[in-house]
């Protein structure tokens, strides 16, 4: 039996597709009229998410194409009622992991990472404490296998820190942060110092996922398609800012999870931070840091992947210990059934006690789980 198939891995990044009562149900009353919503799409007979302050509705055919073939993918034309049922039914959604050989997954939101990048502060607070009341429900049905992340507008410091510790009281496992926070200062500032402190004493890691940032979309030049390309340059710029800022230096102990962005660029992209560090700090005016870039880089940096061989084949380039596969389930990218097949062949060339840290350990340790 090959190593990948002799363990049930956990999945460092799957998601729910938000039901339509996620936030007309659980928002504040206040901002009950303006809760994002399904609604009718007559020109395809389907139906679409209406999300105030984004110009286009959101499809749902691509929210939840797992299992389906390149050919069937589309951007619209599904009803909700098509997607699939794990995606809002945490009874389904075991089901589809044991379908997968999962023993567990870690939960980020669909919808709630579009309203990352929504500019109204009020509005994205209001939206994100209401899907973090409807996921405690929804992970609060199987607590040994679904960990939530609850997610936070970053309207101040101060409220952030109060959020962090609601965020824990809920029993969630990390915190998911939009790309950019709503605050005049960036998260490389002195100024969020304590909100990093306490993630550290909460002991909750910081998630930022693909497309939650406001350049962070799909826009490239050229075929739509490259676009595609273009996904994880956000995420890149999010850890060059907390390292080249010295983020990591002064808070040794905070983890960061970069979700979803594949991690077969990590070595060149550690090479060359220390090649921008060492050759240009002095006439860059850049901080002096106690020690290399990609140092930081492979001890506090944790990276998700899920269908990307050249993780697994650049290993000795990499610290295994921040690996953490993903089946992006039920997502557009995800692996799923065949997890355990892509796993098979894609860890052949891996030690047995590699695989095991890639693809279940290390989220255990990451998230405390049991």
């Not at 695989?355 to 290390?362: E, F, K, S, V, Y």
Request: glycine share 8%.
């Amino acid at each position: 039996m090959e190593a990948s198939q002799s363990i049930r891995p956990i999945s460092a990044d799957s998601h729910i597709v938000e039901p339509p009562n996620c936030y007309v149900d659980y928002i504040d009353p206040a901002f009950r009229d303006r809760a994002p919503v399904i609604v009718e799409d007559p020109a395809t007979g389907g139906e679409k998410y209406q999300i105030e302050g984004i110009p286009s509705r959101i499809g749902l055919n691509a929210l939840a194409a797992a299992g389906k073939r390149p050919q069937d993918i589309k951007a619209e034309g599904d009803r909700f009622s098509a997607l699939h049922r794990g995606g809002w039914d945490p009874k389904a959604r075991l089901a589809d992991q044991d379908r997968d050989g999962l023993a567990g997954e870690l939960i980020y939101p669909t919808i709630g990472m579009l309203i990352c990048g929504v500019d109204d502060a009020d509005y994205k607070n209001a939206c994100m404490r209401a899907y973090n009341r409807w996921l405690q429900d929804y992970v609060g049905a199987a607590p040994d296998r679904l960990f939530g992340l609850g997610q936070t507008a970053v309207r101040s410091v101060a409220e952030a820190i109060a959020d962090f510790r609601r965020i824990k009281d809920m029993g969630f496992k990390g915190v998911m942060m939009p790309g950019q926070p709503a605050t005049e200062e960036d998260y490389d500032s002195p100024v969020f110092d304590p909100l990093w402190k306490a993630a550290v004493e909460m002991d909750l890691p910081i998630s930022f996922h693909v497309l939650t940032s406001k350049s962070g979309g799909w826009a490239a030049r050229g075929p739509v398609l490259n676009g595609f390309q273009a996904i994880i340059r956000s995420c890149q710029d999010i850890i060059g800012l907390f390292i080249f800022g010295g983020v990591f230096q002064r808070h040794p102990d905070l983890k960061m999870v970069c979700v979803e962005a594949d991690a077969g660029w990590a070595p060149h992209y550690a090479y060359r931070m220390d090649h921008a560090y060492e050759r240009h700090r002095f006439w860059r005016n850049a901080a002096e840091l106690s020690k290399l870039p990609s140092e930081f880089f492979f001890e506090n940096v944790y990276l998700t992947f899920q269908d990307d061989w050249t993780a697994f084949r650049s290993i000795d380039m990499l610290n295994p210990r921040r690996l953490m596969w993903a089946s992006d389930f039920p997502h557009t990218d995800s692996t799923w059934p065949l997890s355990q097949e892509l796993l098979a062949k894609q860890t052949a060339n891996l030690s047995p006690e590699q695989t095991a840290w890639i693809l279940r350990d290390n989220v255990r340790e990451l998230y405390s789980l049991a």
